[in-house]
Structure formats: C-alpha cells, structure tokens
Nanobody, 120 residues
Framework: QVQVVESGGGLVQAGGSLRLSCAAS????????MGWYRQTPGKQREFVAS???????NYADSAKGRFTISRDTAKNAVYLQMSSLKPDDTAVYYC??????????????WGQGTQVTVSS
C-alpha cells in the first residue's frame, strides 16, 4: 500500500505565494512520477504539474511561469511553490504518486487534498 499526505494549503491574497508539500510512504516503485492536480466543484480534476525520477518536469499552461514543482527523492516528497496566485487558482489540490511497472502499466495513488483559496 501507498499513503500520500499533502499539507500547506490555506488562504492567500491575489498576487501572493503559497507552498504545498506532499509526502509519500509505503510501496513506492523506483520508477515513479509525482505530481499535483486540482479540482473545483462541478469540474473534473485537472493536471497542474509533475516531476519524474530524473527531475523532468511538466506543467499545465496555467501553471507555467508561476508554479515550480520540485522533489526530494530521498524523502519521497514533492513540493509545489506557487507564486503570483490568482483567484482562478482556488481549488482543492491533490498530490499524486504514479507507480510504473516495467510493462508501462501504472497505478495512481492520491492524497486527501488540501484547500487553496485565493482572495481578490
């Protein structure tokens, strides 16, 4: 089993910054990707950013230039530094760990989510 726990959400004014943290534990494969997704009521969960074992990163267009994802592989942790926050960034942010099998098949694990609210 894998456990994923986020922290660091909260209320911030537009233009401000916030840092989310996530720690994973349990049966974590050597080939994995960790990332962040977000969801607002009535909408599907959407991708924000991800980082692989080689520190290769991917960002949603909405996050490019404002958000930075990083990881501490030794701690199985991933971080999301968010800057220049906008009210549209308000959402529940979920941490994701994707364990990859050699076949390419993967299993996703999710945290419980942390609320980020950006006031105008």
């Amino acid at each position: 089993q894998v456990q994923v726990v986020e922290s660091g959400g909260g209320l911030v004014q537009a233009g401000g910054s916030l840092r989310l943290s996530c720690a994973a534990s349990g049966n974590i494969f050597s080939n994995n990707v960790m990332g962040w997704y977000r969801q607002t009521p009535g909408k599907q969960r959407e991708f924000v950013a991800s980082i692989g074992n080689a520190d290769d990163t991917n960002y949603a267009d909405s996050a490019k230039g404002r958000f930075t994802i990083s990881r501490d592989t030794a701690k199985n942790a991933v971080y999301l530094q968010m800057s220049s926050l906008k009210p549209d960034d308000t959402a529940v942010y979920y941490c994701n760990l994707r364990n990859y099998y050699r076949s390419g098949f993967y299993i996703d694990y999710w945290g419980q989510g942390t609320q980020v609210t950006v006031s105008s």
